[in-house]
Nanobody, 129 residues
Framework: QVQLVESGGGLVQAGASLRLSCAAS????????MGWFRQAPGKEREFVAA????????YYADSVKGRFTISGDNAKNTVYLQMNSLKPEDTAIYYC??????????????????????WGRGTQVTVSS
């Protein structure tokens, strides 16, 4: 099992930037993909971005492409989500997740919440207009 703790959320104005961090512990080498999801009030949890542990290939939801950047530091067992040009519609609780399934093809990545095995408790991001 992988334990995950998010940090870095907060209240910002539209157009500002935030960087979220996700510190992993436990069987971190079992995590083949790390992902960020978000959930706004009354909405389903949605995929934001993911990174493949081996090779660092990244994947993004269309809604954040060009504004958000996911990165990882395997030595520190930490994954980051740099969020720029924030919009009010980015307001949500942001969750970090780990997928322990290995996919041989780098063209496939897990984007469904059900595909992830371990979850953090989330960090609130609020963007005011």
């Amino acid at each position: 099992q992988v334990q995950l703790v998010e940090s870095g959320g907060g209240l910002v104005q539209a157009g500002a930037s935030l960087r979220l961090s996700c510190a992993a512990s436990g069987r971190t080498t079992d995590a083949n993909h790390m992902g960020w999801f978000r959930q706004a009030p009354g909405k389903e949890r949605e995929f934001v971005a993911a990174i493949r542990r081996n090779g660092g290939i990244t994947y993004y939801a269309d809604s954040v492409k060009g504004r958000f950047t996911i990165s990882g530091d395997n030595a520190k067992n930490t994954v980051y989500l740099q969020m720029n040009s924030l919009k009010p519609e980015d307001t949500a609780i942001y969750y970090c997740a780990a997928d322990r399934t290995y996919y041989s093809s780098s063209s496939y990545y897990p984007r469904g919440a059900y595909e992830y095995d371990d979850w953090g408790r989330g960090t609130q991001v609020t963007v005011s207009s």
